[in-house]
């Protein structure tokens, strides 16, 4: 009876975990990047395993209308700041602050890393509009080393949307290793993963630089096919753009693209949403994020 208990309370835990949080399936990265499969995030009641078996899970659903998302899953060494995206898609103000925390998976459990003597973080109270998206940036600067290699844990403090009850703390991994890319200058994520038969395509532009920069707003979109190339996805006729390009600031720029307007109905598969960016180098650069679309009738 008290294995039946266990085992069933066991499969509850891990089935609580596989809700609350997932991997980003490299629908949101830099374009051509990737991730792994979905894993709970919570290990406690899976065997112990070593860091390089693990794939980081870099997404967490705090709710059903809140979904925080690290721009990407894996970081070079001594990497100083990482890019956070939220999206809010409720009917209420988000509410969130900037104090986190950082942990290690080592010996085959999660681990405080080792902080500076004396620090604190600003009792400051961040707000994020009903349907929409934005980005937080979080910095290592409190620990006592530079982030080495190994698989990392980062925890936030608790969200509040309007009146409801504080939600729980948000929680997502990375792994850092040698060979890793930075965070790209701009990419584009696209938020409500998957996209189901969707009128529209949103889209939200990051710009990591923190200075202003411009863009060229003409969506450029791409399916991968059966073989895993990148094929591109004609416009609908008559379609046309204008060149100019407008300003894109350090914040940002939300977009809504048109789906029938634009491409005419979307068949089912994972697509890529491109736009050209051109920083105060002058270089222009093209930032690109994956997205999954599924159909139905």
Not at 62 to 75: A, G, M, N, P, R
Not at 159 to 185: K, N
């Amino acid at each position: 009876m008290k294995n039946t208990l266990l085992t069933a309370l066991l499969t509850a835990l891990l089935c609580l975990s596989l809700i609350a949080c997932g991997t980003a399936d490299a629908l949101n990265n830099a374009a051509g990047s990737t991730t792994g499969p979905v894993i709970p995030i919570e290990d406690a009641v899976l065997p112990a395993v070593s860091d390089r078996d693990r794939e980081p899970v870099s997404t967490c659903c705090v709710s059903e209308d809140i979904t925080v998302s690290l721009l990407q899953s894996t970081y070079p060494a001594g990497t100083q700041a990482l890019t956070l995206v939220l999206e809010n898609r409720g009917d209420e103000t988000l509410t969130y602050g900037e104090e986190v925390s950082f942990e290690k998976y080592t010996d085959g459990e999660w681990k405080p890393v080792g902080t500076i003597d004396s620090y604190c973080f600003n009792s400051l109270a961040y707000l994020l509009d009903p349907h929409s998206t934005g980005v937080f940036t979080i910095s290592p600067w409190f620990l006592a080393q530079p982030l080495r290699t190994g698989l990392y844990r980062v925890t936030g403090g608790e969200l509040r949307t309007g009146d409801s009850p504080i939600h729980a703390a948000w929680q997502v991994e990375f792994r850092v290793t040698e060979d890793a890319r930075p965070e790209p200058d701009y990419a584009v994520f696209v938020p409500g993963q998957p996209l189901r038969n969707p009128d529209s395509i949103p889209a939200y532009v990051v710009n990591t630089t923190g200075k202003a920069s411009s863009i060229l707003l003409i969506p450029r979109l791409e399916r991968q096919n059966a073989a895993g190339r990148w094929e591109e996805v004609p416009c609908a006729e008559g379609v046309g753009f204008c060149g100019t390009s407008d300003p894109l600031g350090p914040e940002g720029m939300e977009l809504q693209e048109p789906v029938e307007y634009l491409w005419g109905q979307l068949a089912a598969g994972r697509y890529r949403l491109s736009f050209d960016i051109t920083g105060t180098d002058p270089v222009t650069r093209t930032a690109g994020g994956e997205f999954l679309v599924e159909t139905f009738s």
